[in-house]
């Protein structure tokens, strides 16, 4: 049985085209059905959570992560995620790998954030401001940087971290978040917030926003979500009681989300017109994390 720590894993899944297209392919399945993947369950510990999330999508893996969302002492207001997921051969079930989660979960997050603003943003769009600091940001600023379409800009909570990583990957650092959301035409929410870090009041018409974080709370205000034409991994994002489902979409019309898989296999049209705004909340789904799983079983052949 293959064990892959944190390096090994980074290498593993360095090739950014070959994660979105997986993760393209696990979130179709899901749209379509062809998936089974229960809803996330957890166990709460006194600073965080310890959650589980098995999962099977034909033809790109079954497994299950457990993934521990813990206050960062360090950083209040912020967390971490640390796990590991376990891979089975979906024929027979024998256990095939254990692999190291943080990195494999900031990848495949990045990963379908990235999808779900290439399907959704204005085709001219070009301007993304992604709000983070810590890891997540650094996966998406790992997939985005280097994407000739996209001039990337980054702010946080802290803009001294924000500078540095704005610095390491070669873009721009917003004077804010206010400010930066102002300017961009996709802003992608990469944080442990457990209060909104993005304001509806500060995003022009037509903006895509992507929402990734909020394990703890939502990342997102009312306000948005009202506004915006919602869209996400799974059915029950806004059925589910976090941490299964989004702190933002509570009590939220179910109907009023669509499948981002359905917009990818064209069964949905998805952006209608230039001044709509789009908003993709992710919750994280164990199809991603077989997806990215995937990849990583591949590059080792």
Avoid at 183 to 194: D, P, S, Y
Avoid at 202 to 221: F, I, K, N, R, Y
Avoid at 243 to 249: K, R, T
Wanted: glycine share 10%.
């Amino acid at each position: 049985m293959t064990v892959l720590g944190h390096e090994e894993m980074r290498a593993a899944l360095a090739d950014g085209e070959a994660l979105t297209a997986m993760v393209a392919k696990a979130l179709i399945a899901v749209a379509a059905g062809r998936s089974s993947v229960p809803a996330r369950i957890a166990a709460f510990a006194e600073h965080g959570l310890l959650g589980a999330m098995p999962g099977y999508v034909p033809g790109v893996g079954l497994g299950a992560k457990l993934i521990a969302v813990f206050d960062d002492p360090s950083r209040p207001g912020r967390s971490s995620h640390q796990g590991l997921v376990a891979i089975f051969d979906e024929h027979d079930g024998r256990p095939l790998a254990i692999l190291d989660a943080e990195p494999l979960t900031a990848a495949r997050t990045a990963a379908s954030a990235t999808v779900a603003l290439r399907a959704l943003a204005r085709p001219d769009a070009r301007r993304v401001l992604v709000v983070g600091n810590g890891a997540q940001a650094r996966a998406q600023l790992e997939l985005l940087a280097g994407d000739e379409r996209w001039e990337v800009a980054v702010a946080g909570r802290d803009q001294d971290r924000a500078a540095a990583l704005a610095e390491q990957y070669g873009v721009a650092v917003a004077p804010s978040i206010e400010a930066g959301a102002r300017a961009a035409e996709a802003v992608l929410c990469c944080t442990g917030a457990q209060q909104p870090v993005v304001r509806a009041a500060w995003l022009a018409p037509g903006t895509h926003v992507g929402s990734v974080g909020g394990s703890q709370g939502p990342e997102l205000d009312a306000e948005t979500i009202a506004a915006a034409s919602l869209f996400a991994e799974w059915p029950g994002v806004a059925t589910s009681a976090p941490p299964a489902g989004a702190y933002e979409l509570q009590g939220v019309d179910p109907e009023r989300v669509t499948l981002i898989g359905a917009v990818l296999d064209g069964s949905h049209p998805g952006r209608r017109d230039e001044r709509e705004i789009t908003a993709y909340k992710s919750t994280g789904h164990a199809s991603l994390d077989l997806a990215a799983a995937a990849v990583v079983r591949a590059s080792l052949d």
